[in-house]
């Protein structure tokens, strides 16, 4: 079946540092990818996705490159901030609308 | 504007006693979900609905109970609690549109069974 494995947090990072958070999928047909923003306290929001290879997905200053040689879609951002702390799921969508979710990476951004 | 809630926020039960938790969306979705969420597991769908009367098992449908009687609205029922049920729950909802769609989440009901 489908799956989604990314690093395990925490991730702590100073203000202004550069993020990577890696994304690897396995899937059967041909997916669309997310990653999903989780901000304490409350539910997911979508952040930004991508629906075949080479697309780039970006919002906020967060960008994700869908790597199909590579099943890779792994989130970058030059400069966090502290408002980016949050909890973050890469997940695909394969088959319907069925959302497999990875294990979620809590990042912490330190002033 | 367009959200999908859930009540309650809150809960701490006790095992056996019959509970169900609310959601309802407002944006006309025809696709509707609960997911669990746990440390280190990320999150696992329950049960889901591609319609009005249609509802199919997800990854860990054990010990729970959906209907869908209204497009708007998806029940979690949980019919005798267990402890190893306690969780953050998310009900989810997006529109039938095959590989594009954006899920549209709840703000999570964390429930407790002692």
């Known amino acids: 079946g489908d799956s989604v494995t990314q690093m395990e947090g925490p991730v702590t990072l100073s203000e202004e540092a550069f993020l990577t958070i890696n994304c690897t999928y396995t899937a059967t047909g041909y997916p669309s990818l997310f990653w999903y923003v989780q901000y304490p306290g409350e539910g997911l929001q979508l952040l930004l996705k991508a629906t075949k290879a080479d697309d780039k997905g970006s919002n906020k200053g967060f960008e994700a490159t869908y790597r199909k040689e590579t099943t890779s879609f792994h989130l970058e951002k030059g400069s966090v901030q502290v408002s980016d702390s949050a909890v973050y799921f890469c997940?695909?969508?394969?088959?319907?609308?069925?959302?497999?979710f990875g294990g979620g990476t809590r990042l912490m951004v330190k002033p | 504007e367009a959200q999908v809630t859930q009540n309650p926020r809150y809960l701490i039960t006790v095992t056996g006693k019959k509970l169900t938790v609310t959601c309802s969306q407002n944006?006309?979705?025809?696709?509707m979900s609960w997911y669990r969420q746990d440390p280190g597991l990320g999150l696992r769908q329950i049960y889901y609905s591609m319609n009005v009367e249609v509802t199919d098992k997800g990854d860990v449908p054990e010990g729970y109970k959906v209907s869908r009687k209204e497009k708007r609205n998806f029940p979690l029922i949980l019919e005798s609690p267990s402890p190893n049920q306690t969780s953050l729950y998310f009900c989810?909802?997006?529109?039938?549109?095959?590989?594009?769609?954006?899920?549209?989440f709840g703000q999570g009901t964390r429930l407790t069974v002692v």
């Open positions: 989810a909802s997006s529109a039938l549109q095959g590989l594009r769609v954006e899920a549209f």
């Open positions: 944006m006309n979705h025809e696709y």
């Open positions: 997940a695909l969508s394969d088959a319907g609308n069925m959302l497999t």
